[in-house]
């Protein structure tokens, strides 16, 4: 069955060090790829997205992502994190299966400490 | 803006109730989903609608029932609550990939308990 893996369930970092979360997806076909975010207490809301053209997308809050085809990945970056970027993210996949929901991954519960 | 809403943010039932979750979205999206998210597992897609009385079955359906009777309105229905369907339920929705674009809106989460 095709599936989402991120390997790093908790990452903890210090104000203004280099983030980069792993997504990974087993499905050779076309994908479309997303980035959800989960703020304390809020809501799901989306941090970026990929469909077609330029592998290297770029969402709010200075968050980037790079689709490797090759390697079947969708990592997300930011060269500088804040202590405002706490939260758990969610790499989801959309495969053009036939099936209309995401294939979410595990996410992963990230921690800035000032 | 989209806006998704969902019926209580934190719901508290005894084994065996029947249980509602509502969920609205504003945007005459076909598709809705509900979901429900635990630590370490990530969003597991319970049930799907992509149209007025349409569902179909997610990847754990088991325990649990939906309704659509209008296009902005999904329901999802535990029948015989128990302890563990003890989670946060995640209700979205998406407008038709006619253009290719499938993200999904999500509302703000219903935490149940069952004691």
């Known amino acids: 069955a095709q599936s989402v893996s991120q390997h790093n369930h908790h990452v903890i970092l210090s104000e203004a060090a280099s983030l980069e979360l792993g997504c990974n997806y087993s499905?050779?076909?076309?994908?479309?790829l997303f980035w959800y975010v989960q703020y304390p207490g809020q809501h799901l809301q989306l941090l970026l997205k990929?469909?077609?053209?330029?592998?290297l997308v770029k969402g709010i809050k200075g968050f980037e992502a790079e689709f490797i085809k090759s390697k079947f990945s969708f990592n997300l970056r930011k060269p500088s994190v804040q202590w405002s970027d706490t939260a758990e993210y969610f790499c989801?996949?959309?495969?053009?299966?036939?099936?209309?929901?995401?294939?979410f991954g595990s996410g992963t519960r990230l921690q800035v400490q000032p | 803006d989209v806006k998704v809403t969902q019926s209580s943010r934190y719901l508290v039932k005894r084994t065996g109730e029947k249980v509602f979750l509502e969920c609205v979205q504003d945007?005459?999206?076909?598709?809705m989903f509900w979901y429900r998210q635990d630590p370490g597992l990530g969003l597991r897609l319970i049930y799907f609608?992509?149209?007025?009385?349409?569902?179909e079955k997610g990847d754990i359906p088991e325990g649990y029932s939906v309704s659509r009777e209008k296009k902005e309105r999904f329901s999802l229905i535990l029948e015989s609550a128990s302890t563990n369907q003890t989670s946060m339920y995640l209700c979205?929705?998406?407008?038709?990939?006619?253009?290719?674009?499938?993200?999904?809106?999500f509302g703000p989460g219903t935490r149940l308990t069952v004691l």
């Open positions: 979205a929705s998406s407008p038709n990939p006619a253009g290719g674009y499938n993200e999904q809106f």
């Open positions: 499905y050779g076909g076309t994908v479309n």
């Open positions: 990929y469909f077609s053209g330029d592998p």
């Open positions: 989801a996949v959309k495969m053009d299966t036939g099936r209309r929901a995401l294939t």
């Open positions: 945007m005459d999206h076909e598709n």
């Open positions: 609608s992509y149209d007025v009385k349409m569902k």
